[in-house]
C-alpha cells in the first residue's frame, strides 16, 4: 500500500501562485512515477504533470505547459506541482497519483496509476 498527502492549496488571484505537495508513504519503489490530475465541478478527471522516479522524464498537459512545473525531492519521497500564472480555468481539485511500474516516458493516463491522494482544492478568483 501506498498513501498519498497531497497538500498547499488554497485560494488566490488569477496570476498568482501555488505550490503543491505530495508526501509518499507506505511501499513506495525506486522505479515508480507520480502524476497530478485534476478535475473541476461537472467535468471528467484530466492530466495535469507527470514525473518518473528513476529519472527525468517529465510530461504535460497542453494547459500546463509553460506554467507549471513538476519536481520531486526523493529524499523526502515528495513531489511538488509548482503553478504559476493561475487562471480561473485551473480552478478545481488537484490529485495526486501514483505507480508501482517503471515507465519511460512519464505517463499521462488515469489507467496508468494505482494509488490516489483525497486530493486539494485549488480556488483561482478573477
Known amino acids: 500500500q501506498v498513501q498519498l498527502v497531497e497538500s498547499g492549496g488554497g485560494l488566490v488571484q488569477a496570476g498568482g501562485s501555488l505550490r503543491l505537495s505530495c508526501a509518499a508513504s507506505g511501499r513506495t519503489f525506486s522505479s515508480c512515477a507520480v502524476g497530478w490530475f485534476r478535475q473541476a465541478p461537472g467535468k471528467e478527471r484530466e492530466f495535469v504533470a507527470s514525473?518518473?522516479?528513476?529519472?527525468?522524464?517529465?510530461a504535460y498537459a497542453d494547459s500546463a505547459k509553460g506554467r507549471f512545473t513538476i519536481s520531486r525531492d526523493g529524499a523526502k519521497s515528495t513531489v511538488y506541482l509548482q503553478m504559476n500564472s493561475l487562471k480561473p480555468e485551473d480552478t478545481a481539485v488537484y490529485y495526486c497519483t501514483y505507480s508501482l511500474r517503471r515507465w519511460y516516458p512519464a505517463p499521462v493516463r488515469v489507467s496508468s496509476y494505482d494509488y490516489w491522494g483525497q486530493g486539494t482544492q485549488v480556488t483561482v478568483s478573477s
Open positions: 514525473i518518473i522516479c528513476d529519472g527525468d522524464s517529465t
